[in-house]
């Protein structure tokens, strides 16, 4: 329950965090590694942050890696620096999508995937006609922070790519849709 910043730590601090009691943190090249068929969501939380994935991504083959950003800025630089790896929308061209899904242009450097909260307040972002605006786009959608299972199930039945959760134990094969279990 410490509010550490991260940053501050070295790798060998960082490596005494534990997740659940159990896991160490991995480094992003040993997640590239041991997952290589896994997509991984990176979101650049900080400008140093996004300084760093640009140092990482350096030379490396990254197919499955997405690239989120609430700063437009960071995505901006970022895509700049890497247009062939995928990368999230941003809070701009999320609005767009969904007030004016029209005026949304396709082009090769345009992000693949919707990083979005199921609601805003009241309001429901991700309808089904929000995810229909999103693939008819080639652009696949996925829900944070889903932690409940009926939400979870609405949103398979609506068209959801997928869902991003902070309790993964909540969504064991044996909590899952018969259609989803593997």
């Known amino acids: ?104 242009k396709i082009n090769a450097s345009l992000p693949q995937f919707a990083m979005v909260p199921s609601k805003i307040g009241p309001v429901r972002l991700v309808t089904q006609a929000f995810i229909a605006n999103c693939h008819r786009r080639g652009i696949k959608v996925f829900v944070w922070v889903v932690n409940n299972i009926n939400e979870k199930n609405y949103l398979h039945l609506i068209g959801a790519d997928g869902i991003i959760t902070d309790d993964y134990r909540r969504f064991t094969p044996q909590n899952l849709p018969h259609d989803l279990k593997s």
């Open 1 to 104: 329950g410490k509010n550490i910043d991260p940053e501050t730590l070295s790798l060998e601090e960082l490596g005494k965090f534990l997740i659940d009691g159990i896991f160490k943190i991995p480094t992003l090249d040993k997640l590239h590694k041991i997952f290589p068929d896994v997509y991984l969501s990176l979101d650049m939380k900080s400008d140093s942050a996004c300084e760093k994935l640009i140092i990482w991504a350096q030379d490396k083959d990254l197919p499955r890696i997405v690239v989120g950003s609430f700063d437009s800025q960071r995505m901006q630089k970022f895509r700049h620096k890497y247009p062939e790896i995928r990368t999230a929308l941003t809070q701009k061209e999320i609005l767009i999508m969904k007030i004016f899904p029209w005026i949304f």
